[in-house]
């Protein structure tokens, strides 16, 4: 019932750009913090980047800073990423996370675990 599908990877050489999308069904989205993880491959999952309900605020891990933007559409349910100047490091599965803002506060919402999450999204960055 719950759904968050992430599009828009891909393979680009360093310096370009990639804009992904996560489009979430069956859950109040408006309510939802909703943020962009990444997991390369044999190291842990780390957030990338939160945007609380309503767009009240953002949050980057400082890797991103300056180069992604995240930005959210409540009345398409979607979140996306902005991803400029990508780097080699910036190669990973991608993944959407939802967090419910009725409990908790801001650390919560933002550090906490998603409630619910998609299914990935490969972005390789490669010369």
């Known amino acids: 019932q719950v759904q968050l599908v992430e599009s828009g990877g891909g393979l680009v050489q360093p310096g370009e750009s990639l804009r992904l999308s996560c489009t979430a069904s069956g859950f109040t989205f408006s309510a939802y913090a909703m943020k962009w993880y990444r997991q390369a491959p044999g190291k842990e999952r780390e957030l990338v980047a939160a945007i609380t309900s309503h767009g009240m605020s953002t949050n980057y891990a400082d890797y991103v800073k300056g180069r992604f933007t995240i930005s959210r559409d409540d009345a398409r349910n979607t979140v996306y990423l902005q991803m400029n100047s990508l780097k080699s490091e910036d190669t990973a599965v991608y993944y959407c996370?939802?967090?419910?803002?009725?409990?908790?506060?801001?650390?919560?919402?933002?550090?906490?675990?998603?409630?619910?999450w998609g299914q990935g999204t490969q972005v390789t960055v490669s010369s």
């Open positions: 996370g939802a967090r419910s803002q009725y409990t908790g506060d801001w650390v919560d919402w933002v550090r906490g675990p998603p409630d619910y």
